[in-house]
Structure formats: C-alpha cells, structure tokens
C-alpha cells in the first residue's frame, strides 16, 4: 500500500504561484501513475492533472492548462504541481492520487473507482 504526504500549500495573491509537492512511500513509484486533484467548498472534488508512469505523459483540465505544470521526480519518489497564474477560483483543498495498479497511462484516473489518496493541502489565492 502506497502512502502519500502533500507539502507546500499556502495563501497567496491572484497572479502569484505556488508549487505543491507529493512524498510517496510504501511502493515502487516509478512504476505508479499519480494525479491532483482539488476540492473547493461546497464542491465535488475535480480532476486538475495526471502523469503517467514514465512521466512522458500528461493531462490537464481545462481549467489549468498552460497555467499548471505536474512534474515527477522518481529519484525521489515525488511528484509536483508547479501552479502559475493562479486566480480566486484555483481556491481549495489539492489532493494526490496514485494509481492502485502498475504501468498506468495518462488517463488512470478515468473509471478508477479507488486512487489511494493523500490528506491534502490548502491553497487559498486572494483577489
């Protein structure tokens, strides 16, 4: 069973940036897809970025391309997400996510009933 910590949210203005870090343990990540995922008040919790277990792929939501950048580092069992730009609305609570399999593609997250899931950290961007 993969174990994950989520570091480096925070407060910040709207136009600033902040990256959020994903310490895995437990399992091999290198082989393990990884994913955010964020939940604003009131909300649903939302697909915002995967990566596949080669790190070649990547999926954003609309919401955050070209603003948002997921990133792995298997020499250290951690996967980011470099958030520019950020606006009032990236506002919430960011999960990690890993895939309960091996070898997953970009997508893993689709149809995945179960990630294993980490505890979360909150952004909060200031208009």
């Known amino acids: 069973q993969m174990q994950l910590v989520e570091s480096g949210g925070g407060l910040v203005q709207a136009g600033g940036s902040l990256r959020l870090s994903c310490a895995a343990s437990?399992?091999?990540?290198?082989?393990?897809?990884m994913g955010w995922f964020r939940q604003a008040p009131g909300k649903e919790r939302d697909f915002v970025a995967a990566?596949?277990?080669?790190?070649?792929?990547?999926e954003y939501a609309d919401g955050v391309k070209g603003r948002f950048t997921i990133s792995r580092d298997n020499a250290k069992n951690t996967v980011y997400l470099q958030m520019n730009l950020l606006k009032a609305e990236d506002t919430a609570v960011y999960y990690c996510?890993?895939?309960?399999?091996?070898?997953?593609?970009?997508?893993?997250?689709?149809?995945?009933?179960?990630?294993?899931w980490g505890q979360g950290t909150q952004v909060t961007v200031s208009s």
């Open positions: 437990g399992r091999t990540f290198s082989s393990t897809a």
């Open positions: 996510a890993a895939d309960r399999l091996p070898w997953g593609g970009v997508s893993w997250y689709v149809g995945t009933p179960d990630p294993v």
């Open positions: 990566i596949d277990w080669s790190g070649l792929g990547k």
